[in-house]
């Protein structure tokens, strides 16, 4: 069967890019995308955008969306990241405590074809290569890394049993440099630190209650009507958890709610914080309860369209995917939007574009192939993809191809948005 998908599109033919079949610009694209947000944070958004052409594809998913639904395309379904870049892979604490690290941020999950993530992922290797000072046949080459670690791996998944995919563990992580700067990160980020961070004491006395530190716009503490509205949004979240993570959460208590302003495809989404004590303040728990919206895919998968609960489409996409999980994922509903429930911080710790200077960056390509490869055999079939791929680096050559294409897009793309800032004084 994937052998015959090479008829729908040739192996070498991903190369393809087709900005002329946009129907819109990418700049309305996003303004579609941010319909129902909270407006006075989109300039924000924007102006974050504007910093790089990394940054702006960070908050494009919307547009990449578009231009990928318009290429031919395998139609060799698995559950997808859809936003997989560099970024989007890091570490976090596992239920039993060990630090794993894995893809780590599932917005817009949704069942679409295998190739679109290894698409966004080639051409963020290429972006954050060019930014990191690499040159651009290191940052290509980084891309097509990428894709032959991928290719290799699902072709051994091909011969495994299920049961053994399902458990696969990637090795040899903490070798790769940036890797290993993200895991140390994460180490540190205990929830202790976490509670020193975010909160301070009422009145600055030392053993006096904890509030959250206020610093607007990114973080502003919530208070009457609309704090008893997030905590209230908590009751329907716990009727879904299992009921070992429901008795767990019943040993803490809220203590404050913030609104926090996240990431940069998410500002503008609604996103609270609700700080947690269980035997006192060396006893703190974080959950996020953040607003989920549409799969940026879905109006370009019919399958998709009319699917349940945004939130709900996260969490299951996320436990498809990953071979460890939050303990506390979930979802809720709140004023008739839709919520992520999730833990805040905990061990958490993702690369920065810096940290791929040097040597680093086609030993992390290699890993991210790895883990989409992971991810996408656990929710498909490892057959069909391998049977597709074939022996051959023409399918990794093409998308080194499309990644430099796509990042030189983007770039265009960034300009467009920095110009229309001037104009509207973003």
Not at 75 to 87: E, F, N, P, S
Not at 116 to 139: F, I, P, Y
Not at 330 to 342: D, P
């Amino acid at each position: 069967m994937g052998q015959s998908r090479r008829k729908q599109v040739g192996r070498q033919a991903h190369d393809a890019l087709n900005v002329k079949a946009r129907t819109a610009t990418a700049l309305e694209l996003l303004r579609r995308a941010e319909r129902g947000r909270v407006p006075a944070l989109l300039k924000l958004k924007h102006e974050l955008m504007a910093q790089s052409p990394f940054v702006y594809f960070r908050g494009a998913v919307a547009v990449m969306a578009a231009d990928l639904a318009a290429l031919p395309n395998t139609g060799l379904m698995c559950q997808i990241c859809g936003d997989a870049h560099v970024r989007n892979v890091g570490a976090y604490a596992a239920p039993d405590g060990r630090l794993v690290f894995d893809i780590n941020d599932f917005d817009e999950t949704i069942r679409g074809p295998f190739e679109w993530d290894l698409k966004r992922m080639a051409t963020s290797l290429v972006l954050a290569g060019r930014e990191s000072g690499h040159k651009e046949g290191a940052a290509r080459g980084a891309a097509e890394k990428c894709v032959e670690r991928y290719a290799a791996l699902m072709r051994q998944f091909s011969r495994m049993p299920s049961l053994d995919v399902t458990r696969y563990q990637v090795h040899r992580m903490g070798n790769v440099h940036p890797v290993h700067d993200a895991l140390l990160k994460a180490e540190r980020a205990t929830p202790q630190h976490t509670l020193e961070q975010l909160t301070a004491p009422v009145n600055g006395q030392p053993h006096a209650a904890r509030r959250f530190k206020e610093s607007k716009p990114m973080r502003t503490r919530v208070t009457g009507a609309q704090a008893e509205k997030v905590l209230g949004a908590l009751e329907p979240y716990k009727e879904m958890l299992e009921p070992q993570r429901r008795h767990l959460l019943g040993l803490y208590r809220p203590v404050d709610v913030a609104f926090k302003v996240v990431g940069t495809g998410s500002v503008g989404l609604r996103d609270y914080c609700i700080y947690f004590e269980g035997i006192g303040t060396g006893d703190p728990l974080f959950l996020q309860v953040k607003e989920e919206a549409a799969s940026a895919y879905t109006a370009y998968l019919p399958e998709a369209q009319g699917a349940a609960h945004a939130g709900q489409r996260v969490v299951e996409g996320q436990r498809a995917m990953q071979v460890q999980s939050d303990p506390f994922l979930g979802w809720t509903h709140m004023g008739g939007r839709q919520y992520l429930v999730r833990q805040l911080n905990d061990h958490k710790g993702s690369i920065e574009v810096a940290d791929l200077a040097g040597g680093g960056l086609e030993a992390f390509a290699e890993l991210c192939g790895e883990l989409l490869a992971r991810g996408h055999a656990r929710s498909s079939d490892p057959l069909a993809i391998a049977g597709y791929l074939g022996q051959g680096d023409g399918f990794a050559e093409a998308l080194g191809r499309f990644g430099a294409l796509y990042a030189d897009q983007t770039e265009r793309d960034w300009q467009a948005l920095r110009r229309a800032g001037r104009i509207l004084k973003i």
